[in-house]
């Protein structure tokens, strides 16, 4: 009764504007906790700034079995307890916790010499978003691919960039990249508003948005339609999948770090409980599953490791799948565990990177941005390998 009651109370101080409150709330009924106690103020520290490392060419094939007794195992393994942290300031809306002020990064960290990053906009009925483009050097009106990139709680599109270094891959590969914006008027912490019902549907709120600049890209750059792609981190990865599953005409593939499955949640109780117990349930939207690849620490205190297990159940719902599963690490960094799921024709429709001892961070990424592991395998070049293996069909 006490709890129920307190989610009442959260639900009655978040329709009042008070998310800090609700939070609060929540976050002390979610860890067992008294009113009386405080919030807890920790973090992870910054971490040193080496170049981020390369996954280990050697990987065991650790078993090759039809896919229900692979996630029977893998369902089996103990989570490990993460170790706390510090220096880390507290945010309203989802009792997450971001970085203390910081120097934005500079130009040569977003972006190679020689490079476009244009800054655009884009309105509709829902509102307006900027967005920052990536215009790769060897560009000459040739159709690329596209990624669509969605940043995750108070960072921005230059943080994001930097934090990745998808528009160096990106000009390796020779491919557009562009990152939708989260101003604060939407959300005071920029997260995207992946909880709310009005901004899980294809044709309204945020989703439209993200769709709406996707499309103008389109039209004002030669994109080759049948190689579009949508990614995202934290509540940008939970934005991704709510991309996928009410567009699957217009992405390819997607790739989800530290996110959530589309329909988790429908308010902001009920996306604390997920984020913090591991989401129970799903929408259903019906149409083509769209090839997915996750990455997920799992010593991630922010949004529970079980949220990638569920995103990858539901990316692999078909009965005739079989799973690979590979293990490797990272020079003198993290160990993975990584699952494909592949159909009868060969093709990989899901990967699940398992990071271990990794927390809510970037997988390999720079620490030039925030929320980043450079010691992780690099999730950046493996989502563009997988992307680029996807096309609609004709």
Same mark, same amino acid.
């Given at each position: 009764?006490?709890?129920?009651?307190? /989610?009442?109370?959260?639900?009655?101080?978040?329709?009042?504007?008070?998310?800090?409150?609700?939070?609060?709330?929540?976050?002390?009924?979610?860890?067992?906790?008294?009113?009386?106690? &405080?919030?807890?103020?920790?973090?992870?520290?910054?971490?040193?700034?080496?170049?981020?490392?390369?996954?280990?060419?050697?990987?065991? /094939?650790?078993?090759?079995?039809?896919?229900?007794?692979?996630?029977?195992?893998?369902?089996?393994?103990?989570?490990?307890?993460?170790? &706390?942290?510090?220096?880390?300031?507290?945010?309203?809306?989802?009792?997450?916790?971001?970085?203390?002020?910081?120097?934005?990064?500079?130009?040569?960290?977003?972006?190679?010499?020689?490079?476009?990053?244009?800054?655009?906009?884009?309105?509709?009925?829902?509102?307006?978003?900027?967005?920052?483009?990536?215009?790769?050097?060897?560009?000459?009106?040739?159709?690329?691919?596209?990624?669509?990139?969605?940043?995750?709680?108070?960072?921005?599109?230059?943080?994001?960039?930097?934090?990745?270094?998808?528009?160096?891959?990106?000009?390796?590969?020779?491919?557009?990249?562009?990152?939708?914006?989260?101003?604060?008027?939407?959300?005071?912490?920029?997260?995207?508003?992946?909880?709310?019902?009005?901004?899980?549907?294809?044709?309204?709120?945020? &989703?439209?948005?993200?769709?709406?600049?996707?499309?103008?890209?389109?039209?004002?750059?030669?994109?080759? &339609?049948?190689?579009?792609?949508?990614?995202?981190?934290?509540?940008?990865?939970?934005?991704?999948?709510?991309?996928?599953?009410?567009?699957?005409?217009?992405?390819?593939?997607?790739?989800?770090?530290?996110?959530?499955?589309?329909?988790?949640? %429908?308010?902001?109780?009920?996306?604390? /409980?997920?984020?913090?117990?591991?989401?129970?349930?799903?929408? %259903?939207?019906?149409?083509?599953?769209?090839?997915?690849?996750?990455?997920?620490?799992?010593?991630?205190?922010?949004?529970?490791?079980?949220?990638?297990?569920?995103?990858?159940?539901?990316?692999?719902?078909?009965?005739?799948?079989?799973?690979?599963?590979?293990?490797?690490?990272?020079?003198?960094?993290?160990?993975?565990?990584?699952?494909?799921?592949?159909?009868?024709?060969?093709?990989?429709?899901?990967?699940?990177?398992? /990071?271990?001892?990794?927390?809510?961070?970037?997988?390999?990424?720079?620490?030039?941005?925030?929320?980043?592991?450079? %010691?992780?395998?690099?999730?950046?070049?493996?989502?563009?390998?997988?992307?680029?293996?996807?096309?609609?069909?004709?």
């Amino acid at each position: 009764m006490l709890n129920r009651n307190r /989610v009442q109370e959260a639900t009655r101080l978040t329709r009042a504007g008070k998310l800090v409150e609700a939070t609060a709330l929540l976050q002390r009924m979610l860890q067992g906790e008294s009113a009386a106690e &405080p919030f807890a103020r920790t973090g992870p520290p910054a971490p040193a700034r080496p170049e981020p490392p390369t996954i280990e060419v050697k990987a065991d /094939v650790i078993g090759e079995k039809e896919r229900h007794q692979t996630t029977r195992a893998a369902s089996a393994q103990p989570r490990a307890r993460p170790a &706390p942290f510090d220096n880390m300031r507290e945010f309203a809306g989802l009792g997450l916790r971001g970085p203390m002020l910081r120097a934005p990064p500079s130009s040569s960290d977003i972006a190679p010499d020689g490079t476009q990053f244009i800054a655009g906009t884009f309105g509709n009925a829902a509102g307006v978003r900027g967005y920052k483009l990536f215009v790769p050097s060897r560009y000459r009106r040739e159709p690329l691919p596209l990624v669509v990139m969605l940043h995750g709680c108070t960072q921005s599109a230059d943080d994001f960039a930097a934090g990745t270094r998808m528009n160096f891959l990106a000009e390796e590969r020779k491919c557009f990249v562009v990152y939708p914006e989260q101003p604060s008027g939407a959300n005071q912490s920029k997260c995207w508003n992946w909880f709310r019902g009005g901004d899980q549907q294809r044709d309204g709120g945020e &989703p439209s948005l993200i769709a709406g600049i996707t499309r103008q890209i389109m039209r004002d750059y030669p994109v080759d &339609p049948k190689r579009v792609y949508v990614a995202g981190m934290s509540a940008g990865g939970a934005a991704a999948a709510i991309m996928a599953a009410t567009h699957p005409d217009l992405y390819a593939a997607v790739g989800i770090h530290s996110g959530l499955v589309c329909g988790a949640a %429908s308010d902001l109780p009920s996306a604390l /409980v997920a984020m913090r117990q591991g989401a129970r349930s799903t929408l %259903s939207h019906g149409g083509p599953q769209v090839p997915t690849i996750v990455f997920h620490g799992d010593r991630d205190t922010t949004v529970h490791p079980n949220n990638g297990d569920r995103i990858a159940e539901q990316a692999g719902n078909a009965s005739d799948l079989k799973a690979k599963v590979i293990a490797g690490k990272v020079p003198h960094g993290h160990a993975y565990t990584r699952t494909i799921l592949i159909d009868v024709s060969g093709r990989a429709v899901s990967e699940h990177w398992n /990071v271990h001892g990794a927390g809510h961070a970037w997988s390999g990424g720079s620490p030039a941005g925030t929320y980043t592991d450079p %010691s992780g395998p690099d999730a950046t070049r493996e989502m563009l390998r997988f992307f680029l293996e996807q096309s609609l069909p004709t």
